[in-house]
């Protein structure tokens, strides 16, 4: 006999979300995907959405409770749910949980918060919060620093469930921009690939751990390069983005401890970031994203209100 799916867990970013259909052992049983992320839609249009990622796990007109994380409860989403302040412990991240209105009034929606930091330096994550209570889930006992590459990386030191406190880096938006909108777009019009990519790489990120203090004059060499010694766009494009993840990782160097740092992310960007803390003579641990997402947002039911 088929199990009973007893809710749906989503996942909900600014391009697209992810859906998966929780049976009441807590296996997943269905997974679905929609292009349809919060930064295309009105908040009218979020019901819609729902229902539209549910038919695709074939769940429509059913009583069930969706979860939600990530952008749909922002400022612009379908609800704002108000962030909880760091240091705070994730075990109670569904208490925080909004509850919209669905199309379907047998649905009861909750999104979870984010996290924000006022002390120490503003700053704010919604889904990351997520993810860091799966890994803690999943790794019960893990204290120590998390990062958690992409277009915006995060820095976290968690304690068990605690996060105690966290940084953003805009390391993959600072690579694009540069890449599409300044001068060194000349010399970057082939992706980071193959034995030029892995070369420049390498030498760009042992430039950012060696001299994290001359980024700016550093990044102008990715065009002089190309100018001056014949250096390709894959060499140009992999020392533009070594430089940039070595110069993040220098910024983190006093408090990389001896245990390998947790990697939360995508499988290739996550080998990047473990290549640089090899060269900073630490250690990196990549992480199932997907994984410790599905055990956030599970943990996070658990205290729903």
Not at 19 to 45: P, Y
Not at 77 to 96: C, I, S
Not at 108 to 118: F, Y
Request: one cysteine or more.
């Amino acid at each position: 006999m088929a199990e009973t799916i007893a809710w749906v867990a989503v996942d909900w970013g600014t391009s697209n979300l992810r859906a998966w259909a929780i049976g009441e052992s807590g296996v997943e049983i269905a997974s679905a995907t929609s292009d349809k992320g919060m930064g295309k839609l009105a908040r009218e249009q979020f019901p819609d959405a729902l229902d539209e990622v549910l038919g695709k796990l074939g769940v429509a007109e059913r009583a069930l409770d969706i979860v939600i994380c990530g952008m749909a409860g922002a400022r612009q989403g379908w609800m704002e749910a108000p962030y909880l302040e760091a240091p705070t412990d994730l075990g109670g991240l569904g208490q925080g949980a909004v509850h919209p209105a669905a199309n379907d009034q047998r649905l009861r929606v909750s999104i979870l918060p984010g996290v924000c930091q006022r002390q120490g330096g503003e700053n704010v994550m919604r889904g990351e919060e997520t993810q860091l209570l799966g890994l803690a889930t999943v790794s019960p006992g893990y204290s120590g620093l998390v990062c958690m590459p992409g277009t915006h990386s995060k820095w976290a030191r968690l304690d068990g469930t605690s996060i105690m406190d966290f940084a953003t880096a805009m390391t993959g938006e600072m690579f694009d921009l540069l890449r599409t909108h300044s001068v060194l777009r000349h010399s970057l019009v082939e992706p980071l690939a193959g034995e030029d990519g892995d070369a420049g790489f390498a030498e760009g990120a042992e430039t950012g751990l060696t001299n994290p203090a001359d980024l700016l004059g550093q990044l102008f060499r990715v065009r002089a390069a190309s100018l001056l010694s014949g250096k390709s766009s894959a060499w140009c494009a992999g020392y533009l983005s070594g430089l940039l993840i070595g110069t993040e990782i220098a910024s983190r160097r006093d408090q990389i401890a001896s245990e390998p740092v947790p990697l939360i992310g995508s499988e290739k960007l996550c080998a990047l970031y473990a290549q640089v803390l090899n060269m900073a003579g630490a250690a990196g641990r990549l992480v199932n994203s997907t994984e410790v997402m599905l055990a956030g947002l599970k943990a996070a039911r658990t205290s729903l209100s």
